[in-house]
């Protein structure tokens, strides 16, 4: 896309402060990466490079930033890998709405188009998508839809405080299955899933995050590791849940382990465990003892701060391979509460 009017080009770290002032302007006055800069660079700062994981449409009269577009590739958790990420995951999307310009409405697009662009050989996969961003990537013909919500409740709880309603079944056991922590992806787990993740994105991405602690839960068989769940706990009043938020290996291996989940559970004293996913089909997670959340359920999603309600997290992708997603992709399980 042609513009005489904007330059479309990524965000250069001297332009920091201009860019912090957009998102406090335009997005948040109490946006995260307003008050943390931190958190900004560990999702968005590239060490060997002059420039930010941000692209940006820059007015040439004025200088101004009038539209931008965050991202995070796969390639930041796992450089060791590849120079071409598997996946681009964009986050932040904003134009100005107050410019008159008449290129102006042309400026959402145009940042997305340029990061397309830059990564012609990635896939794109965007999550928590606002309802005018639906609109535009469904306009666009890209896959679309929200991600399946599952859980597990805790029937040792007797009176649940994040969770309400929760279904509940008996506690079977299947002695085949171990579900235990580990502090490394287990020697030996193959992955199938697309983008693929290895234990140098896990290290990266989740137990070298800054501020939030991650825990490992392996699922083996008979000592064969088949599965790893990232997950992260989260208390509220006293009251705690767990959410899996990343997995990697091969959750169609499993047979029915809420047993083994219940256990766990009850050891964490935790009224429930959940999962967000896009990619894996439904029977897979139902088979291996998860309900899917109804609407006679409450399993909440947002705990910075906390709301008590089910959120649906839409999802678009641009891939050339089926695409496995979780909440720990992209910029989801993201601090909003933390200061400077």
């Not at 639906?134 to 599952?150: R, V």
């Not at 983008?195 to 137990?207: F, G, H, M, S």
């Not at 439904?282 to 291996?288: C, N, S």
Request: proline share 4%; net charge negative.
């Amino acid at each position: 896309m042609k513009l005489k009017n904007y330059t479309v080009r990524r965000c250069k770290k001297d332009e920091y402060d201009k860019l912090i002032a957009f998102l406090h302007d335009y997005w948040s006055a109490n946006h995260v990466f307003c008050r943390n800069k931190k958190i900004f660079e560990f999702q968005h700062g590239t060490a060997e490079s002059g420039e930010y994981d941000f692209v940006i449409a820059v007015h040439n009269e004025s200088g101004e930033i009038h539209a931008v577009l965050g991202y995070i590739t796969t390639t930041r958790y796992n450089r060791n890998d590849t120079e071409v990420p598997e996946a681009v995951y964009g986050a932040l999307w904003k134009a100005r709405d107050d410019v008159k310009d008449k290129e102006a409405g042309k400026l959402g697009l145009a940042v997305l188009q340029y990061l397309l662009k830059a990564y012609p050989n990635s896939d794109y996969i965007t999550l928590g998508l606002s309802k005018d961003s639906q609109s535009i990537y469904q306009a666009l013909h890209f896959e679309f839809g929200a991600m399946n919500h599952y859980y597990v409740a805790n029937p040792a709880i007797n009176e649940f405080f994040i969770a309400e309603s929760p279904e509940i079944d008996g506690e079977e056991d299947n002695g085949e299955y171990v579900i235990r922590e580990v502090k490394e992806v287990p020697a030996g787990m193959e992955n199938r899933y697309h983008p693929d993740k290895n234990a140098v994105y896990i290290e990266n991405r989740y137990l070298k995050h800054p501020f939030y602690h991650y825990s490992l839960l392996g699922v083996c068989k008979k000592e064969e590791p088949l599965c790893l769940w990232v997950t992260r706990e989260i208390e509220v009043e006293g009251h705690r849940c767990i959410r899996i938020v990343d997995m990697i290996g091969d959750l169609e291996k499993i047979e029915n382990i809420k047993g083994q989940v219940i256990a766990y559970l009850k050891e964490r004293d935790a009224e429930y465990i959940d999962c967000y996913n896009y990619g894996i089909d439904k029977r897979v997670f139902l088979k291996a003892g998860f309900k899917e959340v109804g609407k006679a359920t409450i399993i909440p999603n947002y705990f910075e701060p906390f709301e008590k309600k089910n959120v649906d997290i839409h999802y678009a992708a641009y891939a050339k391979k089926p695409i496995v997603v979780f909440k720990g992709d992209g910029d989801q399980d993201r601090p909003n509460l933390i200061g400077i």
